[in-house]
């Protein structure tokens, strides 16, 4: 199977900026998924990376390199309503669809 | 307003209980899927379909029965299951399969005692 880390948890401060990183195995990758989840709540699609480079999207951001097998995800501005897990998804080109990393838990502080 | 419905959002049920979990997407989308989520585990997915065909089965005990009627609806049947299926079910839908962007209903929180 394919391996997929993340941070489990992390806490910033409201105002500040946070990164949140992703790494996964190279092998056969088609696309990177984030998603937002809060708690007792459906997953939300926040950002798309399949190329190289970073896609801005608002105060939220995703880089994505694809020779280091590695994404993160950049919060900017953060909000108290930003508190959330935030997953990594993987899109492989075998195979039918995403594998979930374990999701990191951010809690936003005032 | 959400694209993709749950029903019901809460289920408890004991071990010889039959019962059953509906989605409906409402985004004119022609693919679904069954995902479960356990405590401090990655989401999981259970099963795949595709213009209403089922495309990919992980393993999963048969004591989950996949059903596609049609590419709005979806359910999942359940028959003795164990306390360690307590988890979140979720469904997501998705334009075409084979790793579209996925849109998630709310989830089915289940409980077996």
């Known amino acids: 199977g394919q391996n997929i880390d993340q941070p489990t948890e992390m806490t910033a401060t409201e105002g500040a900026i946070v990164q949140i990183n992703c790494t996964y195995q190279?092998?056969?990758?088609?696309?990177l998924f984030w998603y937002q989840q809060h708690a007792g709540e459906a997953p939300t699609f926040l950002s798309y990376n399949v190329l190289d480079g970073l896609e801005e999207k608002g105060r939220f951001s995703s880089f994505l390199s694809r020779s280091k097998g590695y994404s993160y995800l950049l919060l900017k501005e953060l909000q108290m309503k930003d508190s959330a897990s935030y997953l990594c998804a993987v899109r492989f080109v075998y195979g039918q669809n995403f594998v979930f990393g374990p999701g990191t838990r951010l809690s936003v502080l005032p | 307003e959400t694209g993709v419905t749950q029903t019901p959002r809460h289920l408890v049920m004991g071990m010889t209980n039959k019962k059953s979990l509906k989605c409906e997407q409402h985004?004119?989308?022609?693919?679904m899927y069954w995902y479960k989520q356990s405590a401090k585990k990655p989401l999981e997915l259970m099963f795949v379909?595709?213009?209403?065909?089922?495309?990919e089965n992980n393993s999963v005990p048969s004591r989950f029965s996949p059903e596609c009627p049609n590419s709005s609806h979806l359910f999942l049947h359940l028959h003795t299951l164990q306390p360690e299926d307590s988890a979140l079910y979720l469904c997501a839908s998705s334009k075409e399969g084979g790793g579209d962007t996925q849109y998630f209903g709310p989830g089915t929180r289940l409980t077996v005692l």
């Open positions: 379909y595709s213009l209403e065909e089922r495309v």
């Open positions: 985004l004119g989308h022609n693919a």
């Open positions: 190279t092998s056969g990758f088609n696309g």
